[in-house]
């Protein structure tokens, strides 16, 4: 009898002794490190200013952007689905490009990484943005973009030239979208618990300069020594800070809507 | 030599045949079958314009248990055909979801396969099946239960949990299912069982402890996740006379998941209960905190996914139509509740007991979130950033945040021979965007009501009659809302119910019922649920067939939960044991 209880014991101790890991709260990130080219991820975070958990999501993908570089992840807050419907005091964040990639899905958050597998469900949870972001980076970039943006005060009129230069020769129909982002909007926002109302709202879309599908950039065989150019203008909406505004610029394969490269600039 | 072959053999044979019917005298099964079926229709009325291409749910099982002495072993079979409205489309599929075997002897037990067990009030450990949920964490590993000496019970198992119908073998590792072992020891310390001198003693002691550990798998690529998290919970029940007290505490190391957002703090629950009881008289008083106490053995899971532990509620269980429209979910990232509960019935024979007595119950119940403080996390304070500690929780505050509260008074009164009448009213106060997570909506405040009248006919023949209402304080008819948030409003305002049921004992049952929202702000959500049930009944087996609409809801058991959306149709369940 006292066999088996020993017995039990030494068991449930060694269990007990194995059966914990403690993590260093100091060091709970793993090193990442994107082994090829200089690609850049577009995460489109589709979020609501209702939206209870949406901060906590939108904290997940800067905790990313943060761990991996802010020129290699880009965030743009796309506020559309029910929960960002304008109510009271709540922001209208709302756009019709934003309606349009949004897609009737019928949830915040919900996020796309370079609009993966747009055909079906292209959104993604926040617990499982990780892996995919990790993937898109690894990939092979395929074109460079510079872009040139001249803003005039007075008639709050922006101008914005992209430059795309292939870094191979390859062949394809190819589109780029220019957004407007404003961020550091202060206003209202649902948090667990009630309400923040001085939440600072981060990359927040704003709307294209051409399009929600943007405009053709190469249709067909391209090659290294190519540079294909698109211009589009806006006039900035007197409620907009300026100061805070940036152009987000990316090019897409049409077919598949995978995104390529993804640059942002300050308008001023 | 031939004539001795003979007369072995036969001697043998009669053996056999004897220790066979031996053996067979000693066997029983036992089983039992349920299909529940739901063949749905458009109703535009309520707002059901597709049926997204599924016309009917079917949800079945069959299950046989055989006994032999010391021996048992059972089979349960599952069939989602597909699955009904409202149940995790994981569930679709069809296969033997479960089975074991088991000896015991009394002084050692041990089964292998499919394992439902529960450690102390389950705060480290708790495998079930809940039909009603589409729920069932059962854990597919093997168990030892020894019982060294009187009143001492040890426990050791592990395994890996059922998740829907996703292999077991480790070799199915991926992104989606990264399901890790669970392994657990539990001991139990009976003292008016073990100590001869406490054998009748009005004294009752218990003791008990757990430690339960999941061995995971380390698949994220931007957090450390620990392989092994473990949880260790202790408990002591004591009693004297008519007093009862009990306690469990556990506490979690840290265990980062997509639950509580990837934070790294460790976890926490206490309950502990009061309670006396005499005859025509019984109060219960308990006290419950969790804080960041989901323990799942996939640290990916949502809902209500491989939990190995289970967090008891500690709220009234309503069970009429109304009043369980707005019931509890157990919050495992944080709550405070206390729950008193009185009961007293009147003496018969007195005024106000009349003849037969009369039962009256108390029950206030309400639950709170915990205070979170914030952390420095790399320079900067935050409260659940994913990779941080995620914030401190002084373990006796109270956050002003209600999620919960439910005061509800109840009289159960036997008029005469053949009245019988049951009432209670309810106050209530439900968080729901917090509890249903629809953001932005206005908490439920409400006055509920029920009458459940039973007229016995004669012996055989019974009418039974149940009205409710339920009445918001604030959001009802000419409440003004936003035009983009009227979804949010889909089951709000006032409600009514009236039912009426016609027993013919014991097989038939015929009833009607509607159920109407008419206080909804949003006049188009005005709607009448009107259903009829036919049920039969022969000895064991149960055919009910009704037809008509339900509304959205919750159905929750013992603090889990899962919604339910409206549908219109027939409905058939038939069910059978043996």
């Not at chain 2, 149960?542 to 339900?550: E, F, K």
């Amino acid at each position: 009898m006292k066999r088996l209880s020993l017995i039990f014991a030494t068991a449930a101790l060694m269990l007990f002794a194995m059966g914990c890991d403690k993590i260093d709260i100091n060091n709970t990130h793993k090193p990442f490190e994107p082994v090829a080219g200089q690609k850049a991820v577009l995460i489109k975070d589709f979020t609501g200013a209702r939206c209870v958990n949406c901060p906590a999501a939108a904290e997940t993908a800067h905790e990313l952007q943060h761990l991996l570089g802010e020129d290699r992840i880009f965030i743009l807050s796309v506020h559309a689905g029910f929960l960002a419907q304008p109510i009271g005091n709540f922001p209208d964040f709302l756009t019709e490009e934003g309606t349009i990639w949004y897609n009737n899905h019928d949830s915040n958050p919900l996020f796309s990484v370079d609009h993966v597998d747009l055909t079906e469900g292209y959104t993604l949870n926040v617990e499982q943005i990780d892996a995919p972001v990790a993937a898109a980076l690894n990939e092979v970039q395929l074109f460079d973009i510079t872009t040139t943006t001249t803003y005039d005060e007075a008639s709050r009129r922006l101008n914005v030239e992209n430059n795309f230069y292939p870094t191979g020769d390859g062949d394809g129909k190819y589109y780029a979208t220019v957004c407007l982002v404003e961020d550091s909007i202060v206003g209202w926002q649902t948090i667990p618990g009630g309400v923040d109302r001085e939440y600072v709202f981060r990359n927040v879309f704003r709307g294209t300069l051409n399009g929600a599908d943007g405009q053709l950039v190469s249709n067909g065989p391209y090659y290294m020594e190519d540079v294909f150019t698109t211009t589009s203008s806006i006039e900035i909406d007197s409620t907009y800070n300026a100061d805070h505004c940036y152009v987000l610029t990316y090019i897409y394969n049409y077919e598949s809507g995978k995104i390529m490269h993804t640059v942002m600039e300050k308008i001023k | 030599m031939r004539k001795y072959l003979l007369i072995t053999v036969a001697l043998a044979l009669f053996s056999f045949r004897a220790s066979a019917q031996s053996f067979l005298e000693n066997s029983q099964v036992n089983g039992s079958f349920q299909t529940d079926a739901q063949y749905y229709v458009l109703d535009k009325g309520i707002g059901i314009d597709d049926l997204l291409g599924k016309k009917m749910g079917i949800n079945g099982f069959g299950k046989v248990n055989y006994t032999n002495g010391n021996f048992s072993a059972g089979v349960r079979f599952e069939a989602f055909l597909p699955e009904m409205n409202g149940f995790r489309s994981e569930l679709k599929g069809v296969g033997l979801a479960n089975f074991f075997a088991t000896y015991d002897n009394g002084f050692i037990g041990m089964t292998v396969g499919d394992i439902y067990d529960q450690f102390g009030c389950g705060f480290v450990f708790r495998t079930y099946e809940e039909w009603s949920l589409g729920m069932d964490n059962a854990l597919r590993g093997a168990r030892v239960v020894i019982r060294p000496t009187k009143g001492v019970t040890l426990k050791g198992l592990y395994g890996r949990q059922r998740y829907y119908w996703a292999p077991y073998l480790e070799r199915d590792f991926n992104d989606d299912d990264t399901r890790g072992i669970v392994r657990g020891v539990d001991a139990e310390w009976d003292l008016n069982q073990s100590i001869p001198a406490l054998n009748d003693s009005k004294f009752r002691m218990s003791l008990g402890g757990s430690f339960v550990s999941k061995k995971q798998y380390d698949m994220s690529i931007f957090y450390y996740i620990p392989e092994n998290v473990g949880a260790a919970a202790g408990r002591l029940n004591l009693g004297y006379g008519n007093w009862s007290f009990s306690t469990e505490y556990a506490y979690k190391i840290n265990d980062p998941s997509a639950i509580n957002n990837f934070i790294y703090k460790e976890g926490q629950a206490l309950m502990a209960s009061l309670s006396y009881s005499q005859k025509g008289f019984g109060a219960v008083l308990q006290v419950k905190r969790v804080d960041n106490m989901s323990f799942k053995s996939m640290y990916t899971g949502k809902q209500n996914d491989l939990d190995i532990n289970f967090i008891p509620p500690i709220n009234y269980t309503h069970t009429h139509s109304l009043p369980s429209m707005y019931t509890y979910s157990t919050q495992p990232n944080g709550e405070m509740a206390a729950q008193l509960q009185v009961n007293y019935t009147i003496p018969k024979g007195t005024a106000l007991g009349g003849k037969y007595g009369t039962k009256l119950a108390f029950n206030m119940s309400q639950v709170n979130d915990i205070v979170r403080d914030s952390v420095m996390d790399n320079g900067r304070m935050v409260i659940s950033r994913p990779g941080s500690l995620g914030y401190t929780s002084r373990f006796f505050a109270v956050s002003n945040h209600r999620f919960f509260r439910d005061i509800n008074f109840e009289i159960d009164k036997r008029i005469s021979k053949d009245w019988h009448i049951t009432a209670q009213y309810i106050n209530l106060y439900y968080d729901i965007e917090t509890i249903e997570g629809h953001a932005g909506a206005p908490v439920v405040k409400a006055n509920i009501g029920f009458l459940d009248l039973t007229y016995k006919i004669n012996k055989k023949q019974s009418l039974r009659l149940e009205l409710q209402g339920l009445w918001e304080n604030e959001v009802h008819a000419g409440y003004e809302y936003e035009e983009s948030e009227k979804k949010d409003y889909q089951k709000r305002g006032d409600w009514a119910f009236a039912l009426l049921e016609y027993t013919i004992t014991p097989h038939w049952s015929f009833s009607i019922a509607d159920k109407w929202n008419y206080g909804n702000p949003v006049e188009e959500y005005r709607d009448h649920y009107f259903t009829g049930t036919v049920s039969y009944i022969h000895e064991a087996t149960r055919i009910m067939l009704s037809a008509g609409r339900q509304s959205e809801g919750v159905v929750c058991v013992g603090g889990v939960c899962r919604t339910v959306p409206a549908s219109s149709g027939v409905t058939l369940t038939v069910s059978t044991s043996f």
